[in-house]
């Protein structure tokens, strides 16, 4: 979708296509963090970058998952669709590392993720990035319990 960050050096192994598809077509995370007070689970809209597999979020500082992830960056959560068939399950699972985007990759990032949310372009809020590191897909349209995995390798 971006390519934004391929020119960053970043090496990365192939994404299965099932997984970079589902994660192109939705546009709604949750993510899990924690702080003093325990878990907490948010739901964010994002853009999805495959070329360096990861999502951006736009949030507010002074939420209670932002806070988390300024302490504790490492993170986890799902993608998923909502079906009422088993046959028809699919989703993700997910472990990434989240980072404030900096000034001078927030221009363009904000201008991607305002052309999927035109309703962002009145807000103010910082961009995040989620660097995703494992990625398991379930597709129950498959076969049942049928997974795709990825996970990014250290530089």
């Not at 995370?29 to 325990?38: A, F, V, Y």
């Amino acid at each position: 979708m971006m390519g934004y960050l391929a020119k960053s050096g970043v090496t990365m192994v192939a994404v299965p296509d099932a997984i970079s598809q589902y994660l192109q077509q939705q546009h709604v995370l949750t993510l899990c963090t924690q702080d003093q007070q325990g878990l907490w689970c948010a739901s964010c809209f994002y853009v999805f970058d495959v070329d360096s597999m990861c999502c951006y979020l736009m949030t507010a500082d002074n939420s209670r998952h932002t806070q988390a992830m300024v302490v504790d960056p490492i993170i986890a959560g799902t993608i998923a669709d909502q079906t009422q068939s088993v046959l028809h399950i699919q989703g993700i699972q997910y472990t990434a590392i989240a980072s404030r985007v900096s000034e001078s990759e927030s221009a363009a990032i904000r201008q991607l993720y305002c052309q999927r949310f035109p309703v962002a372009k009145v807000k103010s809020a910082p961009l995040w990035r989620l660097a995703l590191q494992t990625v398991k897909m379930v597709d129950n349209r498959l076969g049942f319990g049928k997974k795709h995995r990825w996970q990014r390798q250290p530089d």
